[in-house]
């Protein structure tokens, strides 16, 4: 799969969930804010998620969805949610599908050796299924900020 563009729609792909699958083409006419995260349970992710989860009705407001997503099994991504009381769907990509057609596997340094993993980004889908904004390399501090405002302007 080729990685997609700003400015261009996004393949329709349908993934599992903590609420079961989900499909893009269900989405259809509302935006979808979509970030990737390395891990469940980790420092960075674990403020990421709850950055989400406290802005989270500030984006369903600006008729945006959210959807977390990383190579963590179901289950992870249940015990996950649950801890954090995160009111969105987390996606599980242990096949990498969705993580490919974004291109945010990446080479990362961990304790002084290479490891394949994700690079932290996020996907700002338009209601029309069209990518119109893309964050990758994110630093979790104001982030969310920076994604609800996009949101908010293409609502």
Known sequence: MSQIQIGHPVPPFTAESTIGPISLSECAGRAVALFFYPKDNTP????????????????????????GVSRDSLRSH??????????????SDPDE??????????????????????????FL?????????????????????????AAQSIG
């Open 44 to 67: 960075g992710c674990t403020t990421e998620s709850c950055d989400f989860r406290d802005s989270y009705a500030d984006f369903i407001k600006a008729g945006c969805l959210v959807f």
């Open 78 to 91: 249940e015990n996950f949610a649950g801890k954090h009381e995160l009111p969105f769907p987390l996606i």
């Open 97 to 122: 599908t969705l993580c490919d057609l974004f291109g945010v596997i990446k080479m990362k340094n961990m304790y002084g050796r290479q490891v394949r993993g994700i690079e932290r980004s996020t």
């Open 125 to 149: 889908i338009d209601a029309t299924g069209k990518l119109v904004q893309a964050w990758r390399g994110v630093k979790v501090p104001g982030h969310i900020h920076e994604v609800l405002q």
